[in-house]
């Protein structure tokens, strides 16, 4: 007898738990061993085991999540490649199979990050989709075993493939999910000693062509016009997570228990059909989550019932690490700009300025509520330093024996120095911006209780202090084109001392054409103020340009990193002042990104 959806989810997670790549890439494959099995295992990682279970309703799917231990409130996406196969085997159409995937986080036997994927079909009591159900039970056709490539390089995946086929492995078809810009290929292996029968190569991104060499080119498996269409409904997304926040809604709503929708709509002054219907949207992005389905084609006038999901309560302004101000300001004066992104294209000029008349930067400062959403904005991202009062050079200057200075060029509302500073009480501090933030930095300081140990000046980057000992540059150089970004860091030799050591945090360009937060905020940069996103190579050519030195590079969170560069010792390459000859002063500024 098969087994029921709650025992195989406890043998998915098991499994994950104790397995690794080196020992089963050789159970799947015999014959894959020595310098090949590592190859093989060097490129692609033991990700999770997928499985399909047929709930209820919502309840029940998270009922079975929360007793096997996963986190019943994993945000869930459409499926696409798992809904057409099981329509083609049952010969149903697509619309009557809602699969969702979720992917509940498990750790392996080396507290490695995995997951268990689930694609959760609702087959309510009576529905006649219980013959469906029990099919795929007992055969368990969707039960895979995935490993994820490590660099989604087309030349990696269509080797990997070749290996897996050369060793017997069957192509047994795959597809793209826009839904989460990920390409899966389907093998069936020749052996099952370890229980599974199917191997899943996931390869985040789009590899129409690997899939298509994959598939054999079957119809159906490629669905370009509709991958389009999900594409073009992003500032449908933009917006709809703005009037969530606008709203108030993330405030009205609990992680824990549901709202009903009139309940909602009346503490927001909404109207509930309306409200149903974006909540709907929200659902299916995972920042709330539907408590249970609509029996009743009433419920689509607002008598269904929402929870508040993680990803969703970083949307309240209460949330210590809210970013609703972010929200807020791409669905704002950004996103009016991108309407204008031909303009940029054509001209290389901000699209920003052509459509306000004036550089964001004066654009702000020229209206004060807007110039504190945005520093704001900026500080919602403040995740990114997590890790960097951490960092070698900062934690050298901590243990000095004397007092060491940090300066935070164009520094905001002082959010990274006021981290580094409380990390390190033996640190003083000098905020280095316009004169309009520098109050709100005073604030902001003082309420850590570090303001005494900090100077504040107003000026722009022509008016760094020299004798600093450790300066950032938090998301500036992306601001400004080269010839401006050699202007910045002549300014940063100039105030440095040969000891004194330099931080960039910014988001680096991939060199092998790989997903990345940088290729999107290189298109805003270009877009809103003219600057743009770079490689670490590009960065280092900057440095030899104002004579300093790229030192190494470290990841930071939301795919940013800091680069440490120093004064470069090379006679002849400076003048008196440690600076290479070049142009005079840049004008100052703040990160807009």
Known sequence: MPLDDAARLRAAADFVRRHD???????????????????????????????????????????????????????????????????????????ELDVRILRPRVHGPADEPRAVEVFALTVPA??????????????????????????????VLRGLCAVLTRLGARPDGGGYNPHENGTVLYFATPDTRCGYRRIELYAPGDHREALAAHTGGRPGADRPAETLLHLLTGAWTTQALAAFARLRLPEAMDVTAPSRTRELARRTATDPRSLATLLRYLAMLGVVSEAEHAEHPEAADGHGAFRLTDLGRLLRADAPDTMRPLALMYAGPFYGSFAALDHSVRTGRPAFDHLFGENHFDHFARDPELADLFDRSMAASSRMFGPLPDHPVITAAAQAPTPRTVVDVAGGNGELLGRILTAHPSLRGTLLERPHVIEAARRSLGSLGCGARCDYRSGDFADLPHGGDVYVLSRILHDWDDDRCREILRHCARAMGARADLLIVERLLPTDGSPSLATAWDLHMMCNVGGRERSAEHYARLLADAGLELLDRTPLPLEAHVLHARRAARPGAADAHGLPHGRGPAAGGSDSG
């Open 21 to 95: 790549s080196d020992t089963l890439l050789p159970l799947l494959l015999p014959g894959l061993h020595g310098p090949e099995l590592a190859s093989v295992a060097a490129n692609c990682r033991f990700a999770h085991v997928g499985l399909l279970v047929f709930p209820r309703d919502q309840r029940h799917l998270r009922d079975l999540l929360a007793v096997n231990g996963l986190a019943e409130d994993t945000p869930s996406c459409p499926s696409v490649v798992v809904r057409e196969r099981l329509a083609r085997r049952h010969r149903r159409d697509v619309a």
């Open 126 to 155: 009576g529905s006649a989709l219980e013959q469906v159900a029990a099919h795929e039970r007992a055969l368990d056709h969707e039960a895979h075993l995935a490993f994820a490539l490590e660099h989604p390089d087309p030349l």
